[in-house]
């Protein structure tokens, strides 16, 4: 069986952090959100992979290459223009069409478990069988309408509450899809949706099912969702390990940490797991690092600087006497000593104009920011690319991509 993976888009509503990547190579303990999937997709044998990429497609590629590394085959399609997610599954149809089998389709950027895609290829039916997971709150969810097994309505995003069957965007197809998608309608958002291709196939009356998972499934539709992923995939994937890295006498280090090659804990740190700390770190003396933390390569973090529930990623220092949680730390970023990111929870963020809903956050800060010392960051605010802040700033808005605040 083969899979295919929807990774062309941007994932504008990530930014600042998709300026420069795709929301699909976004890290989740320390490995992009697409290589959980791909790993998933492993462990159930199905080693055959197409990737439908677009943009940034080269950081995809560079990174996957063939897919050898990771057990896998993969192949790469290019989505040039990102239309919808039917339009992704028709650039494929050479390479699926011609086997005539069944094949399924995921999102790069969505956390879907092992168990959650057995679960799909076992309770496959019909022409078309959607997982599906249960949520007590599906607002801003598509969601599935069905009698018994069988699906007789996919709701786009729903206002008020219709079903609480949220459709995760994973799908066992038929080949027979491709020619559905051929008479579907560009919608009214411009795209050409795999759902309305399957609420055509429901209307001509063939047999779309559901297939109820209760494993694990999040979508990561803004950067702060990675927050909720992090800790779920370090609990799983992190263990005590020590590869060539060297923890000092004196520091201690207690749970589920794994402390990557040349990495160094020095003397009178304090490290809980869940936590993953990469290759070529340099973690105190004196830091703290509690749950649900994971640290890239090439990272420093100075003495009295605390970290918890956040991800740091690679070619980050962070100087003495700082706090951070529940943030998040692009690459190449320079902290200054005695910074502070306030945390706050049930969050209202403003982005594009639109408010959006965060349980709980500190900051975001983009690649190849300089923040000076003694500054502060309101909950909630985030700063983009390529900034700079100088020395006792107070941050209480959101700074856009190469701006000084003095």
Sequence with gaps: MKAVILAAGEGKRCRPLTATRSKVMLPVANKPILEHVITALAKNDIKDIILVVGYEKERIMNHFEDGIRFGVNINYVEQKAQIGTAHAILQTRELIEPDGEDFLVLNGDNIVGTEAISSLIKKANGNATILVCKKEDAIGYGVIVSEGKYVKEIVEKPETVVSNLVNTGTYLL????????E??????????????????????????????TRSEWLDAAHSWDLLKANPILLAQNTEEKLQNG??????????????????????????????????????????????????????????????????????????THSSISSSIIGSNVDIGSNFISEEKEDLRIEIDDTLHHADKLGTIIGDDTVIGANVVVKAGV????????????KVHETIPENSTII
């Excluded at 579907?184 to 949706?193: D, F, L, N, V």
């Excluded at 985030?382 to 700033?393: E, H, L, R, T």
Aim: charged content about 10%; proline content about 3%; some cysteine.
């Design 382 to 393: 985030m700063i983009s690319n390529n900034c700079k802040v100088n020395s006792g700033n």
């Design 246 to 319: 060297t923890i000092e006498e004196g520091a201690i280090v207690k749970g589920n940490v794994s402390v990557g090659q040349n990495t160094t804990i020095r003397s009178g740190s304090y490290v809980v797991g869940p936590v993953i700390i990469g290759d070529n770190c340099d973690i105190g003396p004196n830091a703290v690092i509690l749950p649900s933390t994971s640290i890239a390569n090439n990272v420093s973090i100075s003495s009295f600087t605390q970290v918890q529930n956040s991800i740091i990623m690679q070619d980050v220092r962070i100087n």
């Design 183 to 212: 008479r579907t309608p560009i919608s009214s958002m411009g795209e050409y949706a795999i759902t309305d291709t399957l609420q055509i196939m429901i209307e001509n009356g063939m047999d779309i099912v559901m297939a109820i």
């Design 174 to 181: 038929n080949s027979i899809i491709f020619k559905v998608i």
